[in-house]
């Protein structure tokens, strides 16, 4: 073999090392390239996100002035659930927050008046969001009265007029009932535990376990839950940036400032009259929800009151 091939041959083996060997360095400087920018890019983006933390659970509570026992287990833990679900339920407590805004100034003085503790608004709150909706058992208005019920504590009901749409008429109603179930029970907490469950249930629980605390008391798991839906609402309404919520007063419901006309004779036509009226058959069914027909019959000796716009 001639010297020349021999040179040849070693200077085409030193190009294939010295090639091996960068792509070998260059190889380690991509991998580890790849494996830290990566890394970087997630610590950047946690760094920058928001968590969604556990909501602070208050150590001294109170129901209408009784003091709620967070120091048992059960107590806090059930308090914990429902403050969670309904601070991170943002689309619904919103519109709560809001419609509180409208309704609360209507429902508190009549409450007062009754003598029942400002804290039984929330029970409107849970029980409707403040809104006349239907449940699927008939329970109908803010306050979810069952047509029997809403009878019995004074609610005219029929296909012409139901009055459990009207937030002050059922107000008027329910503060009977939680008035009846005080001089029961003579505790408040159980008072609202009666609303959901009956006054019999609460009585029968009573006489069954033996304790008059309802949180000592073993019962089925709406009911169990139910004070704490209130508590929940309780503090997030009266502590709203605390639990995240950013409200401008701008963004809530106001009032509907609103002037009332006695009526004592039939309207047979109910659209007309509020043509007559200057407003429209929409804004008179929006104001006087229990009006529950096109028309309204007015006995001898009765009179309603209808809600017309301020002009």
């Known amino acids: 073999m001639s010297n020349r091939i021999l040179v040849l041959l070693f200077t085409f083996i030193a190009l294939l090392l010295a090639a091996t060997i960068f792509l070998l360095f260059k190889g380690w400087d991509l991998n580890k390239a790849v494996k830290k920018e990566p890394l970087t890019d997630v610590m950047t983006f946690v760094e920058g996100m928001n968590y969604a933390m556990p909501v602070p659970i208050p150590d001294s509570l109170t129901f209408s002035g009784e003091p709620v026992p967070t120091d048992i287990f059960y107590v806090r833990e059930q308090l914990d659930r429902d403050l969670t679900v309904n601070t991170y339920w943002h689309s619904s407590t919103i519109l709560n927050l809001k419609r509180a805004h409208r309704w609360f100034p209507v429902i ?32 109908t208005g803010f306050w979810q009265f069952l047509e029997k019920t809403g009878e019995e504590y004074g609610l005219l009901i029929n296909k012409e007029v139901d009055e459990r749409y009207h937030v002050s008429k059922s107000t008027e109603a329910a503060c009977k009932y939680l008035n009846d179930a005080y001089a029961k029970f003579n505790n408040w907490t159980l008072v609202a535990a009666s609303y959901n469950a009956g006054q019999n249930r609460i009585k029968e629980t009573i006489e069954k376990q033996k304790v008059r ?99």
């Open 108 to 139: 508190e003085p009549i409450l007062k008046k009754n003598g029942i503790p400002d804290d039984f608004k929330y029970v409107a709150l849970i029980e409707s969001g403040l809104l006349n909706v239907i449940s699927p058992s008939g329970a």
């Open 213 to 311: 605390n309802f949180y000592q008391m073993h019962l089925n798991g709406e009911t169990s839950r139910y004070i704490y839906r209130i508590l929940a609402m309780k503090s997030i309404y009266e502590n709203p940036l605390k639990h995240g919520f950013k409200l401008e007063i701008g963004d809530l419901y106001d009032p509907i400032e609103v002037n009332l006309i006695k009526v004592t004779s039939t309207i047979n036509d109910l659209p007309a009259f509020a043509h007559k009226q200057k407003t429209t058959y929409r804004i008179l069914k929006e104001l006087n929800p229990w009006l529950r027909s096109d028309k309204l019959t007015v006995r001898r000796g009765k009179e309603y009151l209808i809600a017309l716009p301020v002009k």
